[in-house]
């Protein structure tokens, strides 16, 4: 595939999409991907707060942080085939103006409505934009570098988690709730205009394999990428893969890290914040650091076992390290390559889904991949909790390092098992080619 691809004929002209131009529109698409990941986490910060504020109970507050996953769960599949159908670049600006409205809720006095709806719109407008990346480089630049591009992406992703916490913490410090969510919305919508001005140079509708064919509707998509995983043993047992790691990696992530090392090690809750951060600074560098080697689809399968074996190594180590109280900052390295192992494994997971799909419909096979996925990291978070209040404390909703210790242990062996699905990888063959 060349570097450059022709505008979408909507244009009159049909110019050439050069490639500063294609660089420029990744960077939009990949900044638009930040945002996902920075509203993801923001509500660890945002949530609690407000939530004492206006005196909301633990459930509510659990209930409302949740309203992201599952809006942004059903939401992977048809992004995915809005995508093929309509360019990302059109559809990530939708997204991006939907964001910006549902940010604009934070603007006013907070209530559970409010916190609500900004949960919901935000996960509906910002499921596109990971798969829309992933699309867009399909397209735009050659085969072999796209192992690279998707590194950049999801290194880029982790940093909005990053910047979700302490600097987020920071400017709701300085300027308040509704100063700092109104200079969101600003952002997100300025976002949103700038990738509907450029939508002309989309190369995904301009893609060869589009060519004489007929305009084909979200839901054919959609049944083709579900008949596509059900049919090959390969993206199955990919899934598989995919879905536990990164289930296991958001769940301990986004709701336990923290109160793990805080239970286990009597620290505060700054210090354990601190160290549980690792987590996505791990995730951010070992994919920029690491995400450009065995890029070529002959060594797919040693990346994949390479780092899912490696990912399943740094779980143990880190259950054996809090299990044996060894030094926090020892585990706190683990919880690093744990981050590091998750990004690696998801930049080569969707490379081989990629490489998997048919031309036409790479984003509805990337987007049903990836509702899966959401799901799962559902299910995890409620197991997860589910498991450790088996353990409760003396005193009510007091946490404690048995309930810990056994739930981890159990997803630890989870990721293990998964790990024999690694074995289907082998001989990939080629859906397109069937």
Known sequence: MKNSLSRSSESAGASVLSPGRAHFLFGCLVT??????????????????????????????????????????????????????????????????????????????????????????????????????????????????????????????????????????????????????????????????????????????????????????????????FGMIVSSSYLRNLLVVWSVSASAQLSYQGLWAVSWYRTAYGVPASEARNWASLISIGMFL?????????????????????????????????????????????AGVCGFCVGAANGLCAVHYASATKEQAAGANTGALLGTMNTVVIVLAVVFQWGTGAIISLFPGEQPGELTSLGFLVCFSLVTLVILGSLLSLRALKNPGSLSER
């Open 32 to 225: 638009a991907y930040f945002f996902s990941f920075f509203f993801r986490v923001s509500a660890s910060v945002v949530l609690p707060e407000q939530a004492a504020r206006i005196g909301m109970g633990a459930a509510l507050t659990g209930f409302l942080s949740s309203l992201y996953y599952y809006a942004y769960a059903v939401m992977q599949a048809v992004s995915g085939a809005l995508h093929d159908r309509f360019g990302p670049l059109k559809v990530m600006a939708g997204g991006m103006a939907l964001a910006a409205l549902g940010t604009a809720f934070l603007v006013v006095e907070p209530s559970p409505f409010t916190l609500g709806a900004w949960r919901l719109l935000t996960g509906i407008g910002l499921a596109p934009m990971y798969g829309g990346a992933l699309v867009y480089q399909a397209s735009a630049f050659t085969p072999d570098k796209y192992v690279f591009y998707s590194s950049v992406t999801l290194s880029l992703g982790a940093l909005g988690a990053i910047v979700s916490v302490a600097p987020l913490g920071w400017f709701l410090d300085a300027l308040g709730l509704s100063r700092t969510f109104a200079g969101l919305a600003g952002v997100s919508l300025a976002m949103a205009f700038l990738l509907w001005k450029e939508r002309a140079y989309d190369p995904v509708p301009a893609r060869p394999v589009f060519a004489g064919q007929p305009a084909r509707s979200v839901i054919s998509r959609l049944r083709e990428a």
């Open 286 to 330: 070992g994919t920029v650091m690491l995400g450009r080697f065995w890029g070529r689809t002959e060594q797919r399968f040693r990346a994949m076992c390479f780092w899912s074996l490696f990912n399943g190594l740094s779980w143990t180590a880190l259950l054996l390290s809090v299990a044996f109280r060894l030094p926090l900052p020892l």
